[in-house]
């Protein structure tokens, strides 16, 4: 039976029933080894399944069900430090499935967002940047480490969306090497609510008419956002 057990506490012990196997399980014995009966445990399944945090496949006649790459049991805040181990280990290999899956797993693990940012990607951008200072990677692999970065942020972008009409903000890049810290504290202020505006690198835009061109643009986004409301 279901009765007792909430969505979370469900994941928690289908990930580590999961992570103990291989070769994958069957619904009907995920279903015994819960204790949880066959209906409730399949709208479960298919909830985790879509979040990205499980995938079926068919092997010969019988559905088996494994933990995507990437996915953990999560609990926080003691998982930060781990979260992020985890995420520096498939970012140097160049992993973006398992860094998605991570990502949204700690998303649907009720993760505070502003210290996913601080504590797991904003530490995995700087040591990119040192790896590319030091020689140890080259401009093509430091630009797919980023695009895989810029992946995350997305997703965390995504997930958020109570938005507030009268919070706004222009965020913008004085060049490009802190573009990366740029977009980071764009999401950073989305995940509290802020409607951003992401401008990118404005170093080539900077003239003596940035000033007024960037009041202009500041004056278009209050006057839309009073329409909105």
Same mark, same amino acid.
């Given at each position: ?52 945090? !499980?995938?079926? *496949? +068919? %092997?010969?006649?019988? &559905? ?7 996915? $953990? ?74 695009? !895989?970065?810029? *992946? +995350? %942020?997305?997703?965390? &972008? ?7 009409? $009268? ?63």
């Amino acid at each position: 039976m279901a009765r007792g057990y909430d969505a979370s506490e469900i994941k928690y012990r289908l990930i580590k029933l999961l992570h103990d196997s291989k070769t994958g399980i069957s619904g009907t014995e995920i279903s015994q080894r819960l204790g949880i009966n066959r209906i409730t445990i399949t709208k479960y399944l298919n909830i985790f399944s879509a979040e990205g945090i !499980i995938s079926e *496949k +068919s %092997i010969g006649n019988v &559905n088996l069900w494994f933990v995507q790459e990437g996915t $953990e049991q999560l609990k926080f805040p003691d998982d930060y430090f781990r979260v992020s181990d985890k995420y520096t280990e498939y970012l140097t290999k160049c992993s973006e499935s398992a860094i998605n899956n991570l990502i949204r797993n700690c998303l649907n693990s009720e993760v505070n967002a502003i210290r996913l940012m601080t504590e797991v990607i904003q530490p995995a951008a700087s040591q990119i940047q040192k790896k590319f200072d030091d020689g140890k990677i080259g401009k093509i692999e430091e630009q797919l480490m980023k695009n !895989i970065l810029l *992946k +995350s %942020i997305q997703i965390i &972008n995504f997930h958020s969306q109570n938005l507030e009409n $009268e919070k706004n903000t222009i965020i913008i890049s004085s060049d490009n090497q802190s573009l990366l810290d740029a977009q980071i504290a764009s999401a950073a202020y989305h995940s509290q609510g802020w409607n951003t505006f992401f401008v990118g690198d404005l170093s080539l835009s900077m003239d003596i008419l940035f000033d007024l061109e960037l009041t202009k643009l500041l004056s278009k986004i209050w006057k839309l956002k009073q329409c909105n409301r």
